[in-house]
């Protein structure tokens, strides 16, 4: 049942999240002490933004609040991108701001009609020692939280900074948009975000990388100086007019995250417990919406033990969610100089997509003027009726000889259930089904070049006449029975991932009986004293090797399949020469990545030598180990430029599975940034990958320019038919995604219950 007894609180931290908190807490009834360090009107940075979900948690908590804060706000909807002197506006997406010190007069305000005591410039103690004191100890002290540091045992925060450097500062005049603005300089790529907070003032924040920052001098400059610089560089944004600062200073991100909240009755709050980078705009939100939810799980739980484990479960979901969209758009505009030749629609689509919070779809709700018109520059047809609505998806695409009719990929998913590597009928209902389903390719699992280059028994192959024949079986009935599907092969050797249980009988754990022996790069096991180690191969072995990959590439063309892919992920054999953290060699295959990527270039090339020359091949890379030590971004820019110089037509870029002290950053798409990279960065084709789930996130990526083709695999687990149910969830009728004629009857969604 609720606590009923009064509460005695201390808030450390007067923002906007402590004085809210102590509001809320003081209309229940607890007697609420603030202490601030500074004094009342002191306050750091201009504007500040909160969204209509937050206003509308504001409203149903307190409407005094509320009222006052609506009666300051200045609104509006467009977002301005500005590129290469084009000015782009989208619409309907819908701001709300004010003046930071503003805001804070409002909740001083609110505090003293309900008895709050609010003590400035006071220090307040240390809030561990504080907690003897009162029932309830908020530490809202910012990020550079005292608090945080000295529980940091408790705590276990983590603090990672990012690679630009910002200065928030401010102009007297309003901006009618939220408005971004890139300067490309000598010393490289600047930009601007800038909104109003009030009819006469914009918040305005200048970023640039650190190495752009410090070749333009703006290290050796002061508050005054670095803000006539920046107004004289932004000059046509700010209409000539000076930026001003508040006690401004360059400085660079810090994202905080703990694994805990709470530490006996003192409980994190707002930038303490965590922070999300500003260019989404989220700080102050998440305070206010943190201070919500702790004064609800205070009001509703029988004691504060329990508030503060309600309070932290009720947040982390949303909080993570927010960390996680923060952190792809503080790297988006960190590698903004790798988009900034894209053209301009796509560019201002990229974005306002690139937190994936916005998308295809969200945004075409939003604005469908804007959507409309970024989708004909990328190609959708509009002119034809019965394509009136073709959705990015639904384009061709076109490697080498190849078009694929729409731009789904089944991606490479082992299935394990090959006899002596002979694909069964397993094999073909499941490539078939999701054929049928209308994938424009369909992926088989990596097919193994040898008996020895194995994952586990179950693994096909296409190292004997009869597995080929098997895959004819196959690839014969994708070409008659879904025509216009393309069927792809992924060839590989697990290297010292081999010899080992089928997935789901203990993924990577050696065979009890009937082992095989495992090679590598180096003679160092996936899994120390669990999986078996390695020989190290010698020159002839490798010889052998390549030539097993060459045998199988023409098996595998005289198989009927339409494309190529030589898999060079996932710490497999070739993955595993590449990686520096895998491949320990002291010869001419071992030491600087040109080294490293010998081996595999050389397999490459005798591959592409007997593949036929209209049929493309792509190469499939781990362009991150998720370790430290391993294969960086830099790195794999570099050998994706390698195969695609020795002809790799596309890179499917996915990350990780390298070592198994991998420690992966996993959420939505999580692994679309590195294919992105890779794209802008060499102009080659991408596969990405990695937790793409919805047909608009699809969409979303191709729009923005961030891959070619989309590789999805546990949606089609879920359901073959995923592509056909997409087509059919956007209305789309053409012919990139044609329903099989024994299945046009259920090609619209049946009705549910009585409906």
């Known amino acids: 049942m609720p606590l009923e007894r009064k509460l005695r609180v201390a808030v450390v931290g007067g923002g906007p999240g402590g004085l809210y908190c102590a509001a809320l807490l003081a209309r229940q009834g607890h007697a609420v002490e603030v202490r601030e360090r500074n004094a009342p009107d002191d306050t750091f940075g201009f504007g500040v933004v909160l969204s209509d979900e937050t206003l509308g948690g504001i409203e149903r908590a307190d409407t005094v609040v509320h009222a006052a804060l609506s009666a300051e706000f200045t609104r509006w909807d467009d977002v301005t991108v500005v590129h290469r002197g084009r000015m782009l506006t989208s619409g309907g997406h819908g701001f709300a701001a004010l003046g930071r010190r503003r805001l804070l007069e409002i909740l001083h305000e609110r505090c003293a009609d309900l008895g709050v005591t609010l003590r400035f410039r006071t220090e307040a103690p240390d809030a561990l020692a504080l907690a003897a ?164 799980a205070v009001r509703t739980e029988p004691g504060v033990p329990a508030a503060l484990a309600a309070y932290e479960a009720a947040r982390r979901p949303a909080v993570a969610s927010t960390q996680r969209a923060a952190a ?46 970024v989708e004909r520059d990328f190609g959708c047809p509009d002119e034809d009726p019965s394509q009136a609505n073709t959705p990015p998806m639904f384009t061709p695409f076109t490697l080498r000889g190849l078009t694929l009719r729409n731009r789904v990929v089944v991606s490479p998913m082992d299935m394990y259930s090959a006899r002596a590597g002979v694909p069964g009928d397993f094999h073909l209902v499941h490539l078939g089904s999701r054929a049928l389903g209308g994938a424009g390719l369909v992926m088989t699992e990596m097919v193994c070049v040898s008996a020895e280059g194995r994952i586990t028994p179950g693994c096909a192959g296409l190292y004997t006449a009869e597995q080929a024949a098997a895959w004819k079986r196959i690839t ?40 095989w022996p495992v090679v590598a790069a180096s003679a160092l096991p996936y899994r120390p004293g669990v999986s078996a180690v390695p020989r190290a191969l010698d020159a002839t072995e490798l010889a052998a090797i390549r030539a097993d990959f060459a045998r199988a590439a023409g098996r595998a063309a005289e198989s009927g399949f339409d494309l190529l892919e030589l898999h060079c992920a996932h710490g497999y054999l070739l993955s595993g020469f590449l990686s520096p953290l895998t491949n320990h060699r002291t010869d001419a295959y071992g030491g600087p990545l040109e080294n ?75 692994q679309t940034p590195y294919a992105d990279r890779i794209r802008n960065a060499l102009g080659v084709p991408v596969i990405a990958v990695g937790a793409i789930s919805s047909w608009d996130d699809v969409n979303s990526l191709l729009l923005a320019g961030r891959a070619d083709l989309c590789a999805v695999g546990r949606p089609h687990l879920y359901d073959p038919h995923w592509t056909l149910h997409a087509a059919a969830d956007q209305s789309y009728t053409g012919p990139a995604a044609p329903w099989p004629a024994p299945y046009r009857a259920g090609s619209r969604k049946p009705p549910a219950g009585r409906g």
């Open 328 to 373: 792809a758009s503080m790297r988006w505009f960190e590698e903004i100089a790798g988009y900034v030749d894209q053209p301009e629609r796509q560019f201002a689509f990229n974005l306002l997509t690139r937190s994936r919070r916005v998308t295809h779809d969200n945004l075409r709700l939003r604005d469908e003027r804007f959507t409309r018109a």
């Open 476 to 515: 014969d009935f994708v070409h008659t029975s879904a025509p216009g599907a393309a069927i792809g092969v992924q060839l590989g050797h697990s290297g010292r991932k081999g010899s080992t249980k089928v997935m789901w009988e203990g993924m990577d754990e050696p065979l009890p009986e009937g082992n």
């Open 133 to 296: 004191s009162y029932d309830l100890v908020v530490a809202a002290d910012g990020v550079h939280s005292a608090t945080r540091e000295s529980g940091a045992a408790h705590f276990l925060p983590t603090v990672t900074t990012g690679r630009c450097r910002y200065i928030w500062l401010a102009a007297d005049f309003a901006f009618d948009s939220f408005r971004f603005e890139i300067a490309e300089t000598e010393h490289g790529v600047m930009q601007l975000h800038g909104y109003p907070y009030a009819a006469d003032s914009s918040t305005v924040i200048i970023e640039m990388r650190e190495e752009v920052w410090r070749a333009a001098g703006l290290d050796l400059c002061d508050e005054d100086e670095s803000a006539a610089r920046c107004a004289k560089i932004f000059g046509e944004a700010l209409r000539g007019r000076p930026l001003r600062g508040n006690k401004s200073t360059w400085t660079r991100f810090r994202t905080v995250v703990n694994e805990r909240w709470s530490h006996g009755n003192v409980a994190l709050l707002g930038d303490a417990a965590h922070t999300a980078h500003f260019s989404i705009g989220s700080g102050t939100k998440l305070a206010v919406e943190d201070a919500l939810a702790l004064a609800e």
């Open 596 to 670: 490293r990527l010998r081996f595999p270039l050389e397999v490459f090339d005798a591959v592409r030598e007997v593949w036929p020359q209209d049929r493309p091949m792509t190469v499939r890379l781990s362009a991150t180990d998720w370790a430290p030590g391993g294969t960086t971004p830099e790195d794999a820019e570099r050998i994706a430029a390698s195969f695609a110089a020795h002809g790799a037509d596309a890179i499917d870029v996915s990350t990780g599975q390298v070592v198994a002290e991998e420690v992966p950053e996993y959420g939505r798409s999580y």
